[in-house]
Nanobody, 118 residues
């Protein structure tokens, strides 16, 4: 399984960015696709996740500002980020967790940098 993320970049506070991550390869159909982020000197944290069935989970720090969505037919997950703050600056990673398979695994993509500054 390979994950290809795109959409990162630099934006001023209050701006918006949309991240995309396309998964290729054999993925068990029952899975969760998620975005994590890691800021310098901090641990990687969950930003948002979405199951195949559409259930979502968000970090408290992004609720109301970020929206996760996915296209199951394309095995692609999106993260719409609005009202960005400097503290959102981090490397963002996409993840697929095929929890429905007999041997669940996490698959990680390379990160994409998001920088929020004036």
């Amino acid at each position: 399984v390979q994950l290809q993320a795109s959409g990162g970049g630099w934006v001023q506070p209050g701006g918006s960015l949309r991240l995309s991550c396309a998964a290729s390869g054999s993925i068990f159909r029952i899975n969760a696709m998620a975005w994590y982020r890691q800021a310098p000197g901090k641990e990687r944290e969950l930003v948002a996740a979405m199951t195949t069935a559409g259930s979502t989970n968000y970090a408290d720090s992004v609720k109301g500002r970020f929206t996760i969505s996915r296209d199951n037919a394309k095995n692609t997950v999106y993260l719409q980020m609005n009202s960005l703050k400097p503290e959102d600056t981090a490397v963002y990673y996409c993840d697929v967790y095929d929890y429905g398979s007999e041997s669940p695994m996490h698959y990680w993509g390379k990160g994409t940098q998001v920088t929020v500054s004036s």
